[in-house]
């Protein structure tokens, strides 16, 4: 990766550069640099294999140059430049952003600066020196663990039991520095973060498990290395000769894994101001307004402590800070990039868009990266709304043990995927499927495990968040494949929720 000191150099000498451009008003410089390093996972027992199958260092180092024209200030032009950092790169980009200008109606301007101070640099994480070589160590850690919990099992495994390990633990680490006409200083940041998956199959058995973990430290990163691979088998183990219910309405405990998915798919996207720009949110025209249950909040913290995902400035140079979303159940905030925060403010349509409540309403563009696959931010991205660690707090909680005795008799999911809308994000409905880690409830205990991929939720997300019949004490760490943000949530308890059953294959 290269060096913070040779972003801002960079930032700062094309700044300078710009400056004396006569036929541009604002200019604002982007350079990154970010590093995805993974290993990973595909162990058989019972066919030869490598294990760590695969490892790789993906690179993205460039700067991303946009202007405005002086003789329109609504005409802006962009250009991105790959691996060269000098002033002949930013030449090039110059004469390609001009030359790819556009008039756009809705273009603010560029950001500009803040009243409030930065936020202090926090100190970072030590994961920005883990190697090669330790993340390695760590993935046949996960196996070793894997194979030894097997070992040590008592479940009948015959000759050939057919262990098989799948998944990756990723490290991402990005550094970007920013220079805007109008601000006095070039802006910097870095972070870095590991992320691992892994599923067990004993296909011996029709059984498996899956495991994860997310975080910011290489404390962290030992920790989860030395246990993923053992949860993920034990819990394979315990999810023997899976059952298949049929078609119905049930009540379900949702986990944490299943409860993020739905937010991550279905919430999120509605909560920008982009979404209720295009009349494309869930809560359209009710800002303001209930969206969930009254114990429930939700905000974004890009500097929680003990959050995997730390930010000091968004990638448009403004201060990274809370978003408060949802508050006691009533929508509060949105996510929001500049473009977006000025668009939606002066639509003509925003009492309609946002509804009564929401005259008046201002959207802090607190909320604008650049990000790539994995989360990492990235010079050749343009800013769009994200979230980083999201959490979901509850007043009145209960334990999840709590919740299934008081279901008595349903379902407990503990993980689903291949979660999407149905009849566009703004009617709410979604599917998913149950795809491990969960059981039958029964006299309120946990029964006979769900053989996987035997059913789907067919729901609204209505039914999931205002009126759950309990909701969990506890805020656990989720991870959502594909998406850059971390959530912090509870579980919970709904009822009347419609299960279709999914066919044997065979």
């Keep these: 990766m290269r060096s913070a000191a040779e972003l801002r150099g ?14 541009i008003s604002e200019f604002e410089i982007y350079a990154a640099s970010a590093e995805d390093q993974v290993a990973r996972i595909a162990f058989t ?7 760590v199958e695969e490892f790789k260092t993906l690179h993205a180092d460039g700067f991303q140059l946009r202007i405005v024209m002086r003789r329109d200030p609504h005409e802006v032009g962009t250009a991105f430049e ?38 202090a640099a926090a100190a970072y994480g030590d994961l920005s020196r883990v ?9 046949w850690q996960i196996i070793g663990s894997a194979i030894e919990a097997f070992q040590n099992s008592t479940v009948s495994r015959g000759e050939n039991p057919g262990l098989v390990m799948g998944g990756d633990i990723s490290i991402i680490r990005d550094r970007i520095a920013l220079a805007n ?16 998956s892994v599923t067990a199959i004993v296909e011996s058995l029709d059984a498996k498990g899956t495991a994860g973990a997310i975080g910011a430290s290489r404390a962290r990163l030992r920790q989860a290395s030395s246990r993923l691979g053992r949860d993920a088998v034990r819990r394979a183990l315990t999810l023997v000769d899976g059952v298949r219910p049929p078609s119905g309405v049930y009540r379900v405990v949702l986990g944490p894994q299943p409860v993020a998915e739905i937010l991550n798919y279905m919430v999120m996207g509605s909560l920008t101001t982009g979404a209720f720009h295009a009349s494309n949110s869930a809560y359209q025209g009710r800002f303001g307004k209930r969206v969930m249950d009254g114990r429930l909040s939700l905000f974004d913290a890009p500097r929680a402590r003990g959050g995997a995902v730390h930010r000091r400035i968004t990638c448009e140079g403004i201060p990274a800070r809370r978003t408060d979303l949802v508050r006691d159940g009533y929508l509060v905030g949105l996510l929001s990039t500049v473009y977006d925060s000025h668009r939606l403010e002066t639509d003509g349509a925003l009492g309609e868009k946002l509804g009564a409540n929401g005259a008046g309403a201002k959207f802090p563009p607190v909320s604008g990266y650049r990000l790539g696959e994995g989360g990492g931010r990235r010079f050749d991205s343009h800013p769009g709304s994200s979230g ?7 007043r009145g909680g209960i334990s999840e043990r709590e919740m299934i005795r008081m279901i008595k008799a349903g379902i407990y999911v503990g993980r689903v995927w291949y979660t999407y809308p149905i009849n566009c994000q703004r009617a709410g409905d979604f599917t998913c499927t149950v795809s491990g880690d969960s059981y039958l409830i029964r006299d309120g205990m946990l029964a006979e495990p769900l053989a996987p991929n035997s059913l789907r939720i067919n729901a609204n997300v209505a039914q999931i968040f205002d009126a759950p019949l309990a909701i969990g004490a506890r805020a656990a760490a989720a991870t959502v494949w594909g998406s850059p943000e971390v959530y912090y949530v509870p579980a919970f308890a709904v009822d009347a929720l419609a299960l279709a059953a999914v066919g044997e294959v065979g």
Aim: charged fraction near 20%.
């Design 388 to 394: 980083t660690n999201l959490i979901m707090r509850a």
């Design 131 to 139: 190697s090669g070589a330790v993340l390695a160590k760590c993935a």
């Design 181 to 196: 006409s109008n601000f006095s200083d070039v802006r910097s940041d870095e972070s870095a973060h590991f992320s691992s």
């Design 10 to 23: 960079f930032a700062r000498a094309a700044a300078q550069a710009l400056a004396r451009q006569t036929d």
């Design 82 to 119: 790959a691996g060269d950092f000098n002033l002949a790169a930013l030449h090039r980009a110059l004469k390609r952003a001009r030359r790819t200008t556009v008039v756009d109606p809705h273009f603010p301007g560029l950001s500009i600066a803040q009243k409030t101070s930065l936020p």
């Design 45 to 51: 027992s019972d066919i030869p294999c490598r294990g």
